[in-house]
Every structure is written in C-alpha cells, then in structure tokens.
C-alpha cells in the first residue's frame, strides 16, 4: 500500500504523559499536514510542512503541541504533558508540489484517548 | 477566520431518493473547494473540488457540486443516492493560504 500511513492507530495513555505520532506520506509528495478530529466535528488544522520547512504553526493548539519533519520525509506530532482534552484523532494527510488546491490526501489517523 | 458551514448534520434517506448537502464558506476571496467523504473504517478521500471554470464540477460516484458565487455555496448533489453513499461528507476550503477549512460534516444514512 502506497498511501499515507500512520503510526500508532490507537494510543492510550495518561495524563500528564507525552506522546509521539508519527506519519509517513505518500513518497513523491512534499507537503504534508496534521489535523486534530473530535466527534461531531471535521478535521481542525494544525500545522503542515513543506519539505522539511514548517511554513504554518501558529494554529497548534497550545506550546505542548510540536511537529517535526527533519527529512522532509516522515513527520511526527508530539503533545507534552498530555490533558484529557486532548483526546481525539489525529489526522495526516499529504499532497504534491503545485499551486494552492492540491487534492489531500489522507492517512487512517491515530486515535489518542487520555485517561 | 475562514469559516465553512454544512447546515444538514444528519440526513436518512432511501435508496433512489435524491440528494442535496449545503455548504457555504465565509472567504471573499478566490477560493478552492472541496467535498471529502469518509466511507465507514475507511480513509478520509476526495469526492471533487473546484478551482476555476465550470461551476459545475463533476466528481465520482455520480456526485456533482455547483459553485454559487454570489451565494458562497457549494452544494453537493446527486440525483439517486445508494445504500454504498452511506457516509460522512465534508465540505472544505482553501482562499489565500494553503490552509484549508472543513466544516463540521454531514452524516448521511442511505436505507436499502
């Protein structure tokens, strides 16, 4: 399968605890984003890379979000001292070089429960 | 902030029946639209989009989406719904950035 992937699809952890995501794009593709997903709702950007720049961040959701993307290559999401809040899934999804309107194209998600 | 609105959250219907799914968006600029569904256990993936020309854009499945400018909409239609178009539809938008704004989704049941 040559679609975004993502690792872990389920996290379970506890407050207070780090986690780490990591997603690997489609190959060919230099722009890659994460979205936050709460029931009810429809992905909530977060950030996105192109290449290995980090072109957009101000929309992580507080300083214990970050992202890195050191290759430009896979990408990883990591929230420090996690809260119960932060439960949701966490979408990535990856698109080509071009103009603005490129299709998304997007991964399984990693579910984050904090107990 | 950009905003982009889906009125009908959850919709029933039956097999044959015919389809319409709001969206308006809030950007006053040129924008790029998109309807995403998400079948159930699968992937997030594009039903259409619309970047220039024909407001009429044409997408899989038998899907289609009209572009009203002057009403920021961007409808999502299809004549005779299937038990197989049970899924969650996201309308989204892209003006001015990269960045792009979904709405909340619509939920559509399709009985046999």
């Known amino acids: 399968d040559t679609g975004v992937s993502q690792d872990p699809r389920h996290k379970i952890t506890k407050r207070g605890q780090n986690v780490t995501f990591r997603c690997d794009p489609i190959s060919e593709h230099n722009r890659l984003y994460w979205y936050r997903q709460t029931l009810g709702q429809g992905p909530e950007f977060l950030t996105y890379?192109?290449?290995?720049?980090?072109?957009?961040k101000s929309r992580l959701l507080s300083d214990r979000f970050s992202a890195e993307r050191p290759k430009g290559s896979f990408s990883t999401l990591e929230i420090q001292r996690t809260e119960q809040g932060d439960s949701a899934m966490y979408l990535c999804a990856s698109s080509t070089k071009g103009a603005m309107g490129g299709e998304q194209f997007f991964g399984p998600g990693t579910r984050l429960t904090v107990l | 902030a950009q905003s982009v609105s889906q009125h009908n959250h959850h919709v029933i219907l039956s097999e044959a029946a015919s389809l319409e799914l709001g969206c308006n968006y809030s950007y006053g600029g040129t924008v790029n639209l998109f309807w995403y569904v998400q079948y159930p256990g699968q992937h997030l993936q594009l039903l259409l989009k619309?970047?220039?020309?024909?407001?009429l854009v044409k997408g899989i499945k038998g899907f289609e989406a009209e572009f009203i400018k002057s009403k920021f909409s961007f409808n999502l239609r299809k004549p005779s719904v299937q038990w197989s178009d049970t899924a969650e539809y996201f309308c989204a938008e892209e003006g001015g950035s990269y960045i792009p704004t979904f709405g909340r989704g619509t939920s559509l049941i399709v009985h046999p």
């Open positions: 619309y970047f220039s020309g024909d407001p």
């Open positions: 890379f192109q290449n290995e720049a980090q072109l957009e």
